[in-house]
């Protein structure tokens, strides 16, 4: 079955970075269109970033814009999330999630959760100030 894993979180200060990495595994064919969410205590899930397929369109957050990036190497089935500049309000447990289909375009994104068929465990991410 389609299983997602991510990795790469911990604990760092306020102004470090941090890499995510979502390996997708227990599939063949074509990528689909991934997305990055997050959950904070006390708070409900939120989106972060969105990925195409082709990995021509991404799409953030404006919380998180110009600080997060989003990419992917398809050959790999990873997708990542580079994270700099962080904050102590950027502390939650991050999920990749993948849509579970293509999407009709190479440039299909996905902004919300309800889309998205298959999630991982999590990784939880501390920013201390």
């Known amino acids: 079955q389609v299983q997602l894993a991510e990795s790469g979180g911990g604990l760092v200060q306020a102004g470090d970075s941090l890499r995510l990495s979502c390996l997708v595994s227990g599939r063949t064919g074509n990528p689909w269109p991934m997305g990055w969410f997050r959950q904070a205590p006390g708070k409900e899930r939120e989106f972060v970033a969105a990925i195409s397929w082709s990995g021509g369109r991404v799409v953030y957050a404006d919380s998180v814009k110009g600080r997060y990036t989003i990419f992917r190497a398809n050959a790999k089935n990873t997708v990542y999330l580079q994270m700099n500049s962080l904050k102590p309000e950027d502390t939650a447990v991050y999920y990749c999630?993948?849509?579970?289909?293509?999407?009709?375009?190479?440039?299909?994104?996905?902004?919300?959760?309800?889309?998205?068929?298959?999630w991982g465990q999590g990784t939880q991410v501390t920013v201390s100030s």
């Open positions: 999630a993948a849509l579970g289909r293509e999407g009709g375009s190479p440039f299909y994104t996905s902004t919300a959760a309800q889309e998205y068929k298959y």
